[in-house]
């Protein structure tokens, strides 16, 4: 290993450990030997990594930087030799997943788990967005979207067909009424799901050729689309949400779909992850692992 790279591999070990006195152990050298080394690290890179106590250390918010990178572009050169030299060995170190609040605690946590006990050396990092994070700020290793990703430099496997539906619950429609065509949405009161800079309260819905832009009444609103489902179960309106996120109410009557006729945008659930990042193991296996998951489910199931 050049000197960069044995600074990160003693790192990740002292981080693992949680104490000099643990990480001197097994390297099998002294404490202060263990001591003087990160001293000379954050000498040369003029800052603090750790704050150090008699029993334990904790890492500065630079110590958490460096970890970082320094397990993943460990993990990197792993990968890379595993591959050249055509190694079986499991894949393991840092895998970093982003997902949508909803879908992401629903789905995608519970995968992981099982991910984990399958692949236990490989750590994992969950993170729920709001708005999708772009994969050029190499912040996440594989990101779960809805729709097709515009970006050619990426890779987007299908993880599930999905599409996104009106309904309302029957309380609601029992009061107000169910509307039949696109345009009786103005008469409504609707509840809308904030994402990013999306125009808001614009629901565009379609049937053949003919499209349907409609700016409907917005009396509630929301960036988490587990609220907005919990409104809508109240009977405070009609939502547009993802088929996975409430088919199960469907089973159960507590929400009704409507104007089931009409189509809305795409809406199919892909893991997307950088070229770069396409002989990644850790990546193939999360992938194969939700690809296989979700592979002959339907929503609500």
């Known amino acids: 290993m050049t000197a ?16 000099l006195v643990a990480a001197a152990r097994e390297m099998g050298v002294s404490a202060p030997a263990v001591t003087k080394r990160l001293s000379a690290m954050e000498s040369r890179l003029g800052v603090q990594l750790v704050t150090r106590t008699t029993r ?59 991910f984990r006990k399958r692949y236990p050396e490989i750590d ?42 009106l309904c309302a619950s029957p309380a609601y429609l ?12 103005v008469r409504h009161s609707c509840i809308d799901i904030r994402h990013g800079d999306e125009t808001h309260g614009v629901w565009r819905l379609h049937q053949g050729k003919r499209a ?13 689309g587990e609220i907005a489902v919990t409104w809508a179960l109240d009977g405070h309106g009609i939502i547009l949400r993802a088929e996975w996120d409430v088919a199960r109410y469907f089973k159960t009557n507590r929400l009704r779909p409507i104007l089931s006729r009409y189509q809305t945008s795409a809406a199919d659930i892909y893991a997307v992850y ?16 939700i690809q296989e998951a979700f592979s002959g489910r339907k929503p609500g199931t």
């Open 4 to 19: 960069p790279t044995s600074e990160m591999a003693f790192f990740s070990l002292l981080a693992r450990n949680g104490s």
């Open 56 to 114: 334990r250390m904790h890492l500065t918010a630079e110590g958490e930087i460096y970890l970082l990178h320094a397990r993943r572009i460990l993990a990197d050169i792993d990968d890379m030799e595993r591959h050249v030299s055509s190694s079986d060995r499991s894949p393991h170190g840092l895998l970093r997943v982003n997902a949508t609040l909803g879908f992401g605690r629903n789905h995608i946590a519970p995968l992981l788990s099982s």
């Open 124 to 165: 994992t990092q969950l993170q729920l967005t709001v708005a999708q994070p772009p994969l050029s700020e190499d912040v996440f290793d594989v990101c779960i979207r809805f729709g097709e990703p515009p970006d050619a430099h990426v890779i987007a496997r299908l993880i599930a067909p999905n599409r996104r539906v």
């Open 174 to 185: 029992k009061r107000h009424g169910e509307p039949h065509a696109p345009e009786e949405l």
């Open 212 to 224: 349907h832009t409609v700016k409907v009444p917005v009396r509630m609103s929301t960036n988490d």
């Open 274 to 289: 950088p070229a770069r990042h396409q002989l990644n193991g850790r990546v193939r296996a999360f992938v194969d692992f």
